[in-house]
Each structure stands twice: as structure tokens, then as C-alpha cells.
């Protein structure tokens, strides 16, 4: 099944704890991102990557960072995680300039 | 700058009416238009597309968007509103040549009552 993976669905942490959220898809695609949703805001672009080892910030990069290893994977770091950092993250992926774009399930992080 | 507008928190219908969700968007060059619908503790899905050509596009679940160039607007419709149709969704706008930058509306909440 085509599918974006996201772990861990949810996670309470602490001000300051470093962590990672992994992002993996299975469909082969070049472009991957990774947003943030807050009440009233929409979605805003974290980072997004072009290609393995192609990354580029998006709206809202502070505090966050991002690698690009394999085709497949695109985890989420934050180094000293703060609590308005506090949010809903979704990682996507997409095939070329203009194929649909496939969401994961969603992130649910508290920092505390 | 891109960015998009929509200004309804939130649109009630009554099943079986017509609906619609309201998205403006403003862009330096040509716009590439989104519709996603995200339900309940789930991720964002795809509903459809404007990239060019016929200013009337269909997409998934029976629902449809016309883009309108002149009052920059990418309004979703439908013609008969489901319950099941209640959800979240969000209007995004890419402007061409402005590399991976998707910009994504605050969301409407749809509610169709029975």
C-alpha cells in the first residue's frame, strides 16, 4: 500500500530534550516535506526536499532541522525542543512538480 | 509573497444543498491551486487541482473548483452536500517558479447537517 509513515504518532517531551521524528514513504518519491498545523493558521512548510541531500527551509525553519539521506526518509530533528514548538506535524511527499501530494498521519507533539 | 485567504471559519449546509468554501490567493506570476480535505485525526488528502488550462476543474467525491483569475479567486463547490462531507479543508497556492513553497489557507470547517 502506498503510504507515508510517520513516528511516533504521539510524544510528550520536556523544554530542551532533543528529538527526532521519523518520515518514511514507500512510492519512490523525489519531493518530501514537512509541515506544522496550529489552530487557525493552516499548514505552514517547515522544510521541504528536492532529492536526497536537497533540502531548502520553508515558512517556518526555526528551531528545526532536517536530513536527507535516502530517497525514502526525511526525519524531523529538534535539537532543544521549546514549548511553542508544541504542535501538529505532518510529513508529505509528492512524485515531480505537479503530482498529488500524500500525506502521513500526523504527529501530535507537547513540550512540556 | 504568496499567500491565500479563507475567510470562513466555518460553512453549514443542509445535506442535499448546493455548498461552497471560499479561497482567494494573491501571487507575483502564475498560481498553481490546491484543494485538500482533512478529516478527523487523520492527514491531509488531495481533492484536486489547478495547474492550467480549463478554469473548471473536477476532482475527487463528486466536488469541483473554478479558478478565477480576474478576482484571484479558487473557490470549492459541490453541487449536493453530503453528511460525510463535513470535514476541514484547506485551500494551497504555489507560485510557478517559486521552487517547492507551498502556502496553505487558515481552513473551513464544512458542516452539513441531515
Known amino acids: 500500500e502506498a503510504q507515508v509513515t510517520q513516528n511516533p504518532r504521539y510524544l510528550i517531551t520536556v523544554t530542551g530534550k532533543k528529538l527526532t521524528v521519523t518520515c518514511s514513504q514507500n512510492m519512490n518519491h523525489e519531493y518530501m516535506s514537512w509541515y506544522r498545523q496550529d489552530p487557525g493558521l493552516g499548514l505552514r512548510q517547515i522544510y521541504y526536499?528536492?532529492?536526497?541531500?536537497?533540502?531548502d527551509k520553508g515558512d517556518v525553519p526555526e528551531g528545526y532541522k532536517v536530513s536527507r539521506k535516502e530517497k525514502r526518509n526525511f526525519p524531523l530533528i529538534l535539537e532543544s525542543p521549546s514549548p511553542n514548538q508544541t504542535s501538529l506535524y505532518f510529513c508529505?511527499?509528492?512524485?515531480?512538480?505537479?503530482?498529488?501530494?500524500?500525506f502521513g498521519p500526523g504527529t501530535r507533539l507537547t513540550v512540556l | 509573497a504568496q499567500s491565500v485567504a479563507q475567510p470562513e471559519d466555518q460553512v453549514n449546509v443542509a445535506e442535499g444543498n448546493p455548498l461552497t468554501v471560499k479561497c482567494t490567493y494573491s501571487v507575483s506570476g502564475n498560481p498553481y491551486l490546491f484543494w485538500y480535505v482533512q478529516y478527523p485525526n487523520r492527514g491531509l488528502q488531495f481533492l484536486l487541482k489547478y495547474i492550467t488550462g480549463d478554469n473548471l476543474v473536477k476532482g475527487s467525491y463528486g466536488f469541483e473548483a473554478e479558478f478565477n483569475k480576474s478576482q484571484t479567486s479558487f473557490h470549492l463547490k459541490k453541487p449536493s452536500a453530503l453528511v460525510s462531507d463535513s470535514a476541514l479543508y484547506f485551500c494551497a497556492v504555489r507560485e510557478e517558479n517559486a521552487g517547492n513553497m507551498l502556502t496553505f489557507g487558515g481552513g473551513t470547517r464544512l458542516m452539513v447537517k441531515p
Open positions: 508529505a511527499s509528492r512524485k515531480g512538480d505537479w503530482g498529488e501530494q500524500f
Open positions: 526536499s528536492m532529492n536526497v541531500e536537497v533540502t
